[in-house]
């Protein structure tokens, strides 16, 4: 139990394209789902948290009009990534947090995006 | 107040051998500490995690130390064995953060693990 997909796994795309990810909890519902950016060999950063119906809320120095989040329902979340560019270029993963009183966050197996 | 510092960055251990990593917190309203495993290209799977009511938790060849007085916590890795070759972040949060937290992990900088056959 507890799987989070992600879609694309991995895409490719032009500069100043818009490039979506979904980001779907399979098997559970989530209340909470995180949108996380990791650069090679680097931690993981959270960018925002996104819940169910709400708007989400950014991390410090993430710019939210660039990185769009929509969570519609209980078991998907997307980032749309707008006017991308070179320095976007990352690899991109989700986690979800299954409803009531847990802690633990189940993440999925994330997207890379690179932009030309 | 909200880093987690972990150590070491790179491990090499010998098959059959124990893997240690450390991680320090400063923010005492932390209370719960996970351990997550990530292989290149893929995203991060929970190991194994601990609430500050107890000082040792073990599931099968991973354990975690936890020290309340000191902020500290740490995962042994028993038996490491090849398959074990990944990076191991430790991770931080408070269970009920309320307003627009939601129980936002802090993650420690990761330790690239290597077992030697």
């Known amino acids: 139990g507890a799987v989070v997909s992600q879609h694309p796994s991995w895409v490719i795309c032009k500069s100043g394209t818009s490039v979506k990810i979904e980001c779907r909890s399979l098997d559970f519902q989530a209340t909470t789902m995180f949108w996380y950016r990791q650069f090679p060999k680097q931690s993981l950063m959270l960018m925002a948290t996104?819940?169910?119906?709400?708007?989400?809320?950014?991390e410090q120095g993430v710019e939210k009009d660039k990185f769009l989040i929509n969570h519609a329902s209980l078991t998907l979340s997307t980032l749309t990534v707008t006017s991308a560019h070179p320095e976007d270029s990352s690899f991109y993963i989700c986690s979800a947090r299954p409803q009531g009183p847990y802690n633990e966050q189940f993440f999925g197996p994330g997207t890379r995006l690179t932009v030309l | 107040q909200q880093q987690v510092k972990q150590s070491p960055q790179s491990l090499i251990v010998q098959k059959g051998g124990i893997s240690i990593i450390n991680c320090a917190y400063e923010n005492t309203a932390f209370d719960y500490f996970p351990w997550y495993q990530q292989f290149p290209g893929k995203g991060p799977a929970l190991l194994i995690a601990?609430?500050?009511?107890?000082s040792e938790k073990k599931e099968g060849r991973f354990t975690i130390s936890f020290n309340k007085s000191a902020k500290q916590f740490s995962l042994h890795i028993m038996d490491s064995q090849p398959g074990d070759s990944a990076t191991y972040f430790c991770a931080a949060s408070m269970i009920w953060a309320g307003g627009t937290s939601y129980g936002k992990l802090t993650f420690g900088q990761g330790t690239i693990l290597t077992v030697h056959p």
């Open positions: 996104s819940n169910e119906g709400s708007k989400a809320t950014y």
């Open positions: 601990i609430r500050p009511d107890v």
